[in-house]
């Protein structure tokens, strides 16, 4: 009798187990054995009100080990079927932290920061930073959360939420880091981020504003490359009635 083995199926576990694992190690790494100087003059470094919770970065590197862990739930007592009978609300809520906030926080900080640090790295990450940030961190968290993210979109099929539902969602969250990034200034009298202490305020508002709006827009590619990427499937979906709710 012939042993079937399903290698496609095998090879995305592997690959959500993995990208779990490099998550979940960088964050336990970073906050077990990344110890900043007393004489670091950086407000981005020491330890003060937010922790690490004041970057961006680290919300990200959330979103991403909290997706990955869906998936591998997921995996494992879900279905990774391109029309399952019925959906289950773990595949639409995993669907759900993609659309809204894995991708588009993933493609965001890291074009963010590589082009802030290709223009000056000492007003995204200082040189002095390699004495206690390992480089395998930095790209764990800025690098591979991108090549993690799009190996996603392209293997693993899913169904958009309603673009007024997941837009909403990730709109609130960038509203929110803004006004959480100044309350951090209103608490410590320091930006988070360098770069903003060498703008004048009119450029620092055209800055957020920027940022802001560059992010966001990061929800529309991930839809408009899932619609590309998976039409066939999604058409599938669309007539034979299996839609998200």
């Given at each position: 009798?012939?042993?079937?083995?399903?290698?496609?199926?095998?090879?995305?576990?592997?690959?959500?187990?993995?990208?779990?694992?490099?998550?979940?190690?960088?964050?336990?790494?970073?906050?077990?054995?990344?110890?900043?100087?007393?004489?670091?003059?950086?407000?981005?470094?020491?330890?003060?009100?937010?922790?690490?919770?004041?970057?961006?970065?680290?919300?990200?590197?959330?979103?991403?080990?909290?997706?990955?862990?869906?998936?591998?739930?997921?995996?494992?007592?879900?279905?990774?079927?391109?029309?399952?009978?019925?959906?289950?609300?773990?595949?639409?809520?995993?669907?759900?932290?993609?659309?809204?906030?894995?991708?588009?926080?993933?493609?965001?900080?890291?074009?963010?920061?590589?082009?802030?640090?290709?223009?000056?790295?000492?007003?995204?990450?200082?040189?002095?930073?390699?004495?206690?940030?390992?480089?395998?961190?930095?790209?764990?968290?800025?690098?591979?959360?991108?090549?993690?993210?799009?190996?996603?979109?392209?293997t693993s099929y899913r169904q958009y939420p309603k673009r007024k539902t997941g837009f909403t969602g990730l709109l609130i969250f960038n509203i929110l880091y803004v006004i959480w990034i100044h309350i951090i200034k209103y608490k410590s009298d320091r930006w988070v981020y360098p770069i903003l202490e060498v703008l004048s305020l009119p450029q620092r508002i055209g800055f957020i504003v920027f940022i802001g709006v560059f992010g966001i827009s990061f929800y529309f590619v991930g839809e408009y490359l899932?619609?590309?990427?998976?039409?066939?499937?999604?058409?599938?979906?669309?007539?034979?009635?299996?839609?998200?709710?």
């Amino acid at each position: 009798m012939a042993l079937c083995v399903d290698i496609p199926r095998i090879l995305m576990k592997l690959f959500h187990f993995v990208a779990w694992s490099q998550y979940f190690f960088a964050i336990f790494y970073d906050l077990n054995y990344v110890v900043v100087p007393r004489s670091d003059t950086h407000l981005m470094t020491r330890p003060g009100f937010g922790g690490r919770l004041r970057f961006l970065t680290y919300w990200c590197l959330i979103f991403q080990a909290f997706y990955f862990t869906l998936c591998v739930v997921n995996d494992f007592i879900g279905t990774n079927e391109h029309h399952p009978k019925r959906p289950s609300k773990l595949r639409t809520f995993k669907d759900y932290i993609f659309a809204t906030f894995a991708f588009p926080l993933a493609m965001n900080v890291a074009i963010s920061f590589w082009s802030i640090y290709a223009i000056d790295r000492e007003l995204i990450l200082p040189k002095s930073f390699e004495s206690f940030f390992p480089h395998w961190l930095n790209h764990v968290m800025h690098t591979n959360i991108v090549i993690f993210i799009l190996l996603e979109l392209f293997t693993s099929y899913r169904q958009y939420p309603k673009r007024k539902t997941g837009f909403t969602g990730l709109l609130i969250f960038n509203i929110l880091y803004v006004i959480w990034i100044h309350i951090i200034k209103y608490k410590s009298d320091r930006w988070v981020y360098p770069i903003l202490e060498v703008l004048s305020l009119p450029q620092r508002i055209g800055f957020i504003v920027f940022i802001g709006v560059f992010g966001i827009s990061f929800y529309f590619v991930g839809e408009y490359l899932n619609n590309k990427i998976w039409a066939n499937e999604l058409k599938l979906t669309k007539s034979s009635g299996k839609k998200h709710k």
